[in-house]
């Protein structure tokens, strides 16, 4: 089985500060690694996606994350920040292929002015 | 990619009534996955639709509570049934992208309260 943990519930940054939202994973398995952004009152977007190859995965809006296979960790960054980044991010996994996700709990970043 | 179209976007509805969640995609796509978000946390599968076969449910959701139509593979339905104030949250249906990328693609979701 898998789960993904979430360290931050809440993120709360000034505008053009960098940050970072951490992502831990536990699996027997190998698996693939997403991380989702949901604006407020809408579905859920990716961002990015780790499926092999280099660790470093860049994704839409700035973002990039790090697959560090021995930390089991998939931590979302973005050197600096803008208001409309201001969202609810997933970070999720699958061992295969298919659509079946298993998120965290989520990360709520507020940016502020 | 997939564009995914989900009604209705809210309701409020009365306990111990039912209501039915339509999700139609643009493209044919095999499986098609239902998750509930309550309120303040994350998404948690209730069930993965094949067209043509029974859904399958994941441990604490069930069919009689749940019920899943797949009847072809653009087109699936979930309904929450006897509804009471514990089922109100999120409900948003996913594909898997048609193009045999790993990724997956959500509705905007259906957001329920129950009174």
């Known amino acids: 089985a898998q789960s993904v943990t979430q360290l931050d519930s809440q993120v709360p940054v000034f505008e053009e500060a960098p940050v970072e939202l951490r992502c831990n994973y536990s699996?027997?398995?190998?698996?693939?690694l997403f991380w989702y952004v949901q604006y407020p009152n809408q579905g859920l977007q990716l961002l990015l996606k780790?499926?092999?190859?280099?660790?470093l995965v860049k994704g839409i809006n700035g973002f990039e994350a790090e697959f560090n296979k021995s930390q089991t960790s998939f931590h979302l960054r973005k050197p600096s920040v803008h208001i409309s980044d201001t969202a609810e991010y997933f970070c999720a996994v699958t061992p295969n292929q298919g659509g079946k996700l298993i998120f965290g709990q989520g990360t709520e970043l507020s940016v502020k002015p | 990619s997939a564009v995914i179209s989900q009604k209705p976007s809210r309701d409020i509805c009365q306990r111990g009534t039912s209501l039915t969640i339509q999700c139609q995609v643009d493209?044919?796509?095999?499986?098609m996955f239902w998750y509930r978000q309550q309120p303040g946390q994350s998404l948690t599968l209730i069930a993965t639709?094949?067209?043509?076969?029974?859904?399958?449910?994941e441990s604490g959701f069930v069919i009689d509570k749940f019920p899943i139509s797949r009847p072809n593979l653009t087109f699936s339905t979930l309904t929450v049934s006897n509804m009471s104030p514990e089922d109100s949250s999120i409900y948003l249906c996913?594909?898997?992208?048609?193009?045999?990328?790993?990724?997956?693609?959500f509705g905007q979701g259906t957001r329920l309260t129950v009174v």
């Open positions: 639709a094949n067209q043509g076969s029974e859904a399958t449910y």
């Open positions: 996913s594909v898997e992208d048609p193009s045999g990328n790993t990724e997956a693609f």
């Open positions: 699996s027997s398995v190998s698996v693939y």
């Open positions: 780790y499926l092999s190859g280099s660790t």
């Open positions: 493209s044919q796509v095999t499986m």
